[in-house]
T-cell receptor, first 114, second 113 residues
Framework: DSGVTQTPKHLITATGQRVTLRCSPRSGDLSVYWYQQSLDQGLQFLIQYYNGEERAKGNILERFSAQQFPDLHSELNLSSLELGDSALYFC?????????????FGDGTRLSIL | GENVEQHPSTLSVQEGDSAVIKCTYSDSASNYFPWYKQELGKRPQLIIDIRSNVGEKKDQRIAVTLNKTAKHFSLHITETQPEDSAVYFCAASPNTGFQKLVFGTGTRLLVSP
């Protein structure tokens, strides 16, 4: 158990819909990272938050947005969903916002678009 | 920005053999190099990491070596076991605050009994 909690574990929805993925970081960690992993692909960095503020942005689509709340949990919002958005979405956390610290991953949310 | 290349993409070995996965990076400022193991459908798990102030680090059957001059680092697994079968990702990060961790494309390791 990494201490990072992601909900829901599975999500099935249709094209055009909107979903929200939730992540709670390890106790004491201030930074949250979101990754997308399509089938048999690598980890694509989406976005990073540190103590409530956006710190780094990767290849995140305009249809996607995220935020980190005062209690440090984060939500990733995906809208106007397309078939290609089907993937595993992982959240990771670190104690500081520096990327040269070990990232601890949650178990992911598997999103299936029908 | 940083770019990480990982080879091979797939690696098949017999149980008991050694396995070596290699990564190269482009940013000479990178100083943190973790390796993650990901079993099918599971989360990536950190198995070992190394910082640029050391050249080698070992943890039981796993070792990582770093060559800063050549900008490459390698994962070595000795006495492989079937449970070592997974996808392994290398990554690199510069020591400059909020720079993102850059992952390699992954190596699928298959250990046959």
């Amino acid at each position: 158990d990494s201490g990072v909690t992601q909900t829901p574990k599975h999500l099935i929805t249709a094209t055009g819909q909107r979903v929200t993925l939730r992540c709670s970081p390890r106790s004491g960690d201030l930074s949250v990272y979101w990754y997308q992993q399509s089938l048999d692909q690598g980890l694509q960095f989406l976005i990073q938050y540190y103590n409530g503020e956006e710190r780094a942005k990767g290849n995140i689509l305009e249809r996607f947005s995220a935020q980190q709340f005062p209690d440090l949990h984060s939500e990733l919002n995906l809208s106007s969903l397309e078939l290609g958005d089907s993937a595993l979405y992982f959240c990771a956390s670190t104690s500081t916002g520096d990327s040269n610290q070990p990232q601890h991953f949650g178990d992911g949310t598997r999103l299936s678009i029908l | 920005g940083e770019n990480v290349e990982q080879h091979p993409s797939t690696l098949s070995v017999q149980e008991g053999d050694s396995a070596v996965i290699k990564c190269t990076y482009s940013d000479s400022a990178s100083n943190y190099f973790p390796w993650y193991k990901q079993e099918l459908g599971k989360r990536p798990q950190l198995i070992i990491d190394i910082r640029s102030n050391v050249g080698e680090k070992k943890d039981q059957r796993i070792a990582v070596t770093l060559n800063k001059t050549a900008k490459h680092f390698s994962l070595h697994i000795t006495e492989t076991q079937p449970e070592d079968s997974a996808v392994y990702f290398c990554a690199a990060s510069p020591n400059t605050g909020f720079q993102k961790l850059v992952f390699g494309t992954g190596t699928r390791l298959l250990v046959s009994p």
